[in-house]
């Protein structure tokens, strides 16, 4: 079964409007991270956002916030005020436990986000 | 600047030859990384390695190992590479806790293509 899935493949959002990318996750530990990437064209894996299992608030970054949902699972990023330079693939990824040589990443299969002027 | 950096950015082989990718991390992390980022842009981890354990996926053919001369070096070596091991690898570093946010960082990235 899959610990990390984004149904999304692909999506369009006009500039200046908001956006939410869909992200579910699978785990049973009690400690985990989620966490969230944009991969512009240019390729690199640049984050942009965290939550831990135990915060109480939803996490905050500028235009990105995390819709988080712990009961049922899901960690939805949403892009508030789209730019033409948010035009990327987006990974939401799960880190279980508490870090360590264990505290792999698992990602899931992305979300590739078209803005339009 | 404070980063993960791996060189080459771009790597072109012929299959048989061997090669590696380095990365340096300069953040004072514990635990480093290697991931693979295939054709359809799927990441899977191959590698984690702090100065204590290295865990291996066990899906990763024993052609790559990982190479840490210190705690803030972990490169990457592939023997006899194949058609199939074109791909895109990062190298990433983490603090040993889970920190939350900046905690978890990438390196820009090697493109290989093996012809």
């Known amino acids: 079964a899959q610990k990390i899935t984004q149904t999304q493949p692909g999506m369009f959002v006009q500039e200046k409007e908001a956006v939410t990318l869909d992200c579910t996750y699978d785990?049973?530990?009690?400690?985990?991270?989620l966490f969230w990437y944009k991969q512009p064209s240019s390729g690199e894996m640049i984050f942009l956002i965290y939550?831990?299992?135990?915060?109480?608030q939803n996490a905050t970054e500028g235009r990105y916030s995390l819709n988080f949902q712990k009961a049922r699972k899901s960690a939805n990023l949403v892009i508030s005020a789209s730019q033409l330079g948010d035009s990327a693939m987006y990974f939401c990824?799960?880190?279980?436990?508490?870090?360590?040589?264990?505290?792999?990443?698992?990602f899931g299969k992305g979300t590739k986000l078209s803005v339009k002027p | 600047d404070t980063a993960v950096s791996q060189t080459p950015k771009y790597l072109v082989t012929q299959m048989g030859n061997d090669k590696s990718i380095k990365c340096e991390q300069n953040?004072?992390?514990?635990?480093m990384y290697w991931y693979k980022q295939d054709s359809k842009k799927f990441l899977k981890i191959m590698f984690s390695?702090?100065?204590?354990?290295?865990?291996i996926n066990e899906t990763v053919p024993n052609r790559f190992s990982p190479k840490s001369p210190d705690k803030a070096h972990l490169n990457l070596h592939i023997n006899s590479l194949e058609l199939g091991d074109s791909a895109v690898y990062f190298c990433?570093?983490?603090?040993?806790?889970?920190?939350?946010?900046?905690?978890?960082?990438f390196g820009s990235g090697t493109r290989l293509t093996v012809v």
């Open positions: 953040l004072g992390h514990d635990t």
């Open positions: 990824a799960m880190r279980e436990g508490l870090g360590g040589s264990q505290g792999n990443l698992i």
């Open positions: 939550q831990g299992s135990y915060d109480q």
């Open positions: 785990t049973s530990d009690p400690s985990y991270g």
């Open positions: 390695y702090n100065n204590k354990e290295l865990i």
């Open positions: 990433a570093s983490s603090q040993d806790k889970l920190t939350g946010a900046g905690g978890y960082t």
